[in-house]
């Protein structure tokens, strides 16, 4: 998996903080453009689109993980160098007091956060961050509106797990650029669009404007789902290193889930099925409203330390997630269904 891990570390190191991604979408496609596909190419708003044709395609995949993150925005710069952020995206504030970031200036800082005194509600709509410098030093580094990143470098940890920040969700990214490159395209099934998709974290924009462009026969949205940890229930979440997930729920199309289901299980692949019976909390509650509807399937990563600066992954489960994706991709069963059926909804 040390192919993998590289990857990772790469799409890691690059701060895409939601709102942020047209900044770094050349930087996206200059570490893309080593991977076996026949188009690589981004929109206005953040998306990148990774093109791979199938030599006899039967129908049109799209293969989705969101590439932006969680983070913050830098809203004033105060007396003594403090600056004061306001999150983007979810961030429980119980991890936030002393975790280290990085402020996207004109050059980066490295900063710790501080909280302040909650409002009347107990919320906080912003936090301090101390960068080390004076008001007016700051000021010629530091400008309202940059991007600040937690700082986590990848590390390894125990038996095959890693640790970092922003696996959310470039941990599924760096298995779907693997698993469609490395498939060889008189095998697939599908012309395949993996869609690195922006905004997830503050809504899912992204993807809903380049899917519904694409019109694919059928998607497949990836995802961090939870990893068991104490007060988490195990029937909403599956250990690390027990394999990927997928989700049977009201805005996932059932032939789909149970293609991954049945392709898990012919192939000896562990995975675990969970019921989020009306909301995954992904992209694929979007695709249920564009055109007349795009059947989709749900498959997961679980991760720990969900949206903080310390999120985990196990190796082991990336390894078998690029499998199942590559084996359902040459699924020409579900691929001549999900073409009929595209007949029929433009009937």
Known sequence: ???YKRLLEKLTDIPTVSGFETCHTDALKHILSEYSFDEVYSDRIGNTVLVKHAVSPTATMVL???VDEIGFRIRSIED?????????????PVILNASRVTVHGKEKLRGTVTL???DDKGKYPYVFIDVGYSREDAENIVSVGDAVTFSSPIREI??????????????LAAALVLAVSGTNAFDLAFDVYVTLSSREEVGGGGAANIISTLSPDGAIITDVNFATAPGVSSEESAKLGAGPMTSISAVTDRRITNSIISAAEKNDIPLSVVVEAT???TNANLLEALGCGIPCAVLSLPEAGMHTWSE???LADAEELIKLVRHLLTDRALAKELAERRVFRHA
Do not use: E, Q, W
């Open 1 to 3: 998996m040390n192919d």
């Open 64 to 66: 989705d993980a969101h």
């Open 80 to 92: 003594g160098g403090y600056l004061t952020a306001a999150a983007v995206g979810g961030i429980d």
């Open 116 to 118: 302040p005194t909650p």
């Open 158 to 171: 125990g038996d095959g797990l890693l640790l970092g920040r922003a696996f959310d969700d470039k941990a």
């Open 279 to 281: 909301n995954t909390g």
């Open 312 to 314: 985990c992954i196990s």
